[in-house]
């Protein structure tokens, strides 16, 4: 296999150093999974507007909030977590109408998968929808590829099997889109704990490794 230009692996490595600690990936999988509950808990409601105001605004709200919130928290276990062990890469920081579009462009990125997913449902039927949203997550999932991130091939695989199976087996509704969602953001968070426990098996806090100099 010939090896990437010496630039592009520069430019690479902190971007895996990123991935380095799973904690990216667990928090992703913390989104799937209240995507699940998003699914489940209007369903255990009783006919009214209460059941049609959760599913009105739950499911938003998760999807808003992951993508505002979910960077800043990994950020903070970073901070606790990996720099000390590890260090710290320094990325160049954006100014304030930079941080405002990259949020608005993520909001937009994700309110278009909502509105994709829901097209693809449309033309698909309501039953394969698992699967064509597997499709959608794992391809986009197996980019991690271009870091060399074996783990993120293993996981797009696993999260086409979960969304075929699903399809398949066809739940009754929501039970398909809760089982979806929840395999889908098991698989993400086994990876991301697998990788954090690896990381910490393997690494010490740099003090300790002073003091033990």
Do not use: C, N
Request: aromatic residues 12%.
């Amino acid at each position: 296999m010939q090896s990437p230009p010496p630039l592009q692996e520069w430019l690479r490595r902190p971007l895996r150093y990123w991935y380095v600690d799973g904690l990216t990936e667990m928090a992703v999988g913390a989104i799937f999974s209240l995507l699940a509950l998003t699914e489940l808990v209007p369903g255990l409601l009783p006919p009214g507007p209460f059941k049609s105001l959760a599913q009105a605004i739950l499911q938003p709200l998760v999807v808003i909030g992951g993508v505002l919130g979910a960077r800043p928290l990994v950020r903070f276990l970073k901070e606790r977590i990996t720099y000390p062990r590890t260090g710290q890469v320094r990325y160049r920081q954006p100014g304030p109408y930079r941080r405002w579009l990259l949020g608005s462009l993520s909001f937009l990125v994700a309110l278009g998968t909502a509105f994709l997913v829901t097209r693809i449902g449309a033309a698909v039927g309501k039953r394969w929808l698992p699967m064509a949203s597997a499709f959608l997550i794992a391809f986009v999932t197996a980019l991690g590829w271009q870091l060399h991130l074996v783990r993120m091939l293993i996981l797009a695989i696993y999260i086409l099997g979960a969304g075929i199976g699903v399809s398949i087996s066809a739940p009754a509704d929501p039970l398909d889109a809760v089982l979806f969602f929840g395999l889908v953001g098991l698989g993400w968070l086994a990876s991301g704990g697998w990788t954090l426990w690896r990381y910490l098996r393997h690494t010490q806090p740099l003090d300790a490794v002073e003091d033990a100099g």
